[in-house]
C-alpha cells in the first residue's frame, strides 16, 4: 500500500492528524532502558491516536551503531506489530543526484520506512531519486520551525521570499509526482496560510506545536484542507517526556479535531 493510501486510511481510522515524534535522547533515558525500549513503550500507548510515528534519525546516529540499531528495531517493530501506522523517518537528506541515490537505498530499502524528509537546497536531481518510489511519501522542507530560518527563508527575490519560492517549485514538481509534499513550521502560521492559497490539496508535514511554542490552532485553521485534512501534526517532546504520553497523545489529538 502507498503512503498516501495508508496515511489517509488510518486518518479516517483514528479520527487524527497527529504524528507522534520518537526523538528519545539516550542521554536521558533512565534505568539504562535503550531507546527501542522507550520507544516501544511510547508506540504502544499511543498508537490508537495518531496518523504516523516519525522517529529522526539524528537522536539514534548520536548513540552510535547501537542507537542506529534501535531505529532499525523501532521501525520493524511499527511494520510488524502495527502494519497500518506509516513510518516517516525524519532524516532531511538531500545531495547530488547518485548520493541522493545511495540515500534512497538507505531510507526505502535498509529502513523500509514510508516516507521521508527531504532538504531542497541541491535542486530537483537530488530530490528525482526519491521521488521516483512513487509509492513513497517525500516531504521537501519549505519553512522550518527554528527562529533563524529567516537569515536565509526570508530573502527575497523580485519581492518574493525564498520559501515560497520553494513551496511553488515543491507543487510544480507534484505534477508530475503527487508524492511530493511539503513540510513547513507551525511556528509561522501566517506562512503556513500563504502556502495553503497556493496549494489547496496538497498535505504538509507541521511541527513546532508543543516545546517549540507552535501556535496549534492558528497552524489548523490556516494550514487545513477544506476537508479538515491536509496537515501531519508532528509533536515529540511533549508527549514522549510526559507523565502518561497516551493520556497526552489523546489530548492533543482531541484538541486538533477541534479546529477540523
Request: charged share 25%.
Amino acid at each position: 500500500m502507498d503512503f498516501l493510501t495508508k496515511l489517509e486510511k488510518l486518518q479516517g481510522k483514528n479520527n487524527s492528524l497527529l504524528c507522534v515524534g520518537l526523538d528519545p535522547d539516550f542521554e536521558k533515558l533512565e534505568n539504562e532502558k535503550n531507546q527501542f525500549e522507550f520507544n516501544k513503550k511510547i508506540i504502544d500507548e499511543t498508537a490508537d491516536y495518531v496518523c504516523c510515528f516519525k522517529p529522526q534519525i539524528a537522536f539514534y546516529a548520536a548513540a552510535g551503531l547501537q542507537g542506529l540499531e534501535n531505529l532499525k528495531k523501532t521501525i520493524d517493530y511499527i511494520k510488524k506489530r502495527y502494519p497500518e501506522i506509516p513510518v516517516l523517518l525524519d532524516a532531511k537528506r538531500g545531495d547530488v543526484g547518485h548520493t541522493s541515490e545511495m540515500y534512497v537505498k538507505e531510507i526505502f530499502d535498509f529502513y523500509g520506512v514510508d516516507a521521508v524528509t527531504l532538504n531542497p537546497y541541491c535542486g530537483f536531481d537530488a530530490v528525482k531519486p526519491f521521488l521516483k518510489r512513487k509509492e513513497k511519501g517525500v516531504f521537501i522542507i519549505c519553512r522550518t520551525s527554528n527562529p533563524s530560518s529567516v537569515d536565509f527563508q526570508d530573502l527575497s527575490s523580485n519581492g518574493e521570499p525564498l520559501f515560497l519560492k520553494v513551496a511553488k517549485k515543491i507543487v510544480e514538481w507534484s505534477k508530475n509526482y503527487p508524492n511530493a509534499m511539503l513540510q513547513i513550521g507551525a511556528t509561522w502560521p501566517k506562512e503556513i496560510k500563504i502556502v495553503r492559497n497556493i496549494t489547496p490539496d496538497m498535505i504538509f508535514l507541521t511541527a513546532g506545536v508543543g516545546a517549540q511554542g507552535g501556535d496549534l490552532k492558528a497552524t489548523l485553521v490556516n494550514g487545513l484542507r477544506q476537508d479538515g485534512r491536509g496537515l501531519i501534526v508532528s509533536v515529540s517532546r511533549s508527549i514522549i517526556y510526559g507523565q502518561n504520553p497516551a493520556n497526552a497523545a489523546k489530548d492533543l489529538k482531541d484538541e486538533i479535531n477541534k479546529y477540523r
